[in-house]
Antibody
Framework: EVQLVESGGGLVKPGGSLRLSCAASGFTFSSYNINWVRQAPGKGLEWVSSISSRSSYIYYADSVKGRFTISRDNAKNSLYLQMNSLRAEDTAVYYC?????????????WGQGTLVTVSS | QSVLTQPPSVSAAPGQKVTISCSGSSSNIGNNYVSWYQQLPGTAPKLLIYDNNKRPSGIPDRFSGSKSGTSATLGITGLQTGDEADYYCGTWDSSLSAYVFGTGTRVAVL
């Protein structure tokens, strides 16, 4: 069974940093492109970042470019999101989601999400 | 601000059919596959349709997808109370080099 489990969320002050993790199991992690998607309270889905299977290709939404860094450790079946210079508008549930094929394709499995709250 | 536009809400009686539209442009829907996601209250999104009209295993054939030009449509037949959820379209935008989601549509079963 494919499982994605996010962790690392919490309360952080504006300007602060946080590192999210996503632990994968039930599939060959190193063969798949993985993504971060977020959802602000009461709002819609917003794609944040994507990383290809061997980290060769990385993409970011304009809203996080220069502040967030996506990375992965295939030996540990883990995905990460380093979030710096956090703003109130970054408050959201952050999901990791597997891409079915190429990075452009459907997000076929999702984790349960981890909540990040940016507030003083 | 999303580049894919959906109606905020649709509703119908149990057993009826609803359709949800997703309008985009040539840089996204027009030249890339569309997916649809269902998000039940308080849960993570779930893939319903991929590659415009394909259903993952376990998704009932009451759910269908289609695409024409720069628009896509999700259809739900035999509406059930368990279908009450938010539905999002999604696709890659080649100009933005970004995955984009629609604005979301809430389905209500009257």
């Amino acid at each position: 069974e494919v499982q994605l489990v996010e962790s690392g969320g919490g309360l952080v002050k504006p300007g602060g940093s946080l590192r999210l993790s996503c632990a994968a199991s039930g599939f060959t992690f190193s063969s798949y492109n993985i993504n971060w998607v977020r959802q602000a309270p009461g709002k819609g889905l917003e794609w944040v970042s994507s990383i290809s299977s061997r980290s060769s290709y990385i993409y970011y939404a304009d809203s996080v470019k220069g502040r967030f860094t996506i990375s992965r450790d295939n030996a540990k079946n883990s995905l990460y999101l380093q979030m710096n210079s956090l703003r109130a508008e970054d408050t959201a549930v952050y999901y990791c989601a597997r891409a079915k094929g190429d990075v452009e394709t459907a997000r076929d499995y999702w984790g349960q999400g981890t909540l990040v709250t940016v507030s003083s | 601000q999303s580049v894919l536009t959906q109606p905020p809400s649709v509703s119908a009686a149990p057993g009826q059919k609803v359709t949800i539209s997703c309008s985009g442009s040539s840089s996204n829907i027009g030249n890339n596959y569309v997916s649809w996601y269902q998000q039940l209250p308080g849960t993570a999104p779930k893939l319903l349709i991929y590659d415009n009209n394909k259903r993952p295993s376990g998704i009932p054939d009451r759910f269908s997808g289609s695409k024409s030009g720069t628009s896509a449509t999700l259809g739900i037949t035999g509406l059930q109370t368990g279908d009450e959820a938010d539905y999002y379209c999604g696709t890659w935008d080649s100009s933005l080099s970004a995955y984009v989601f629609g604005t979301g549509t809430r389905v209500a079963v009257l």
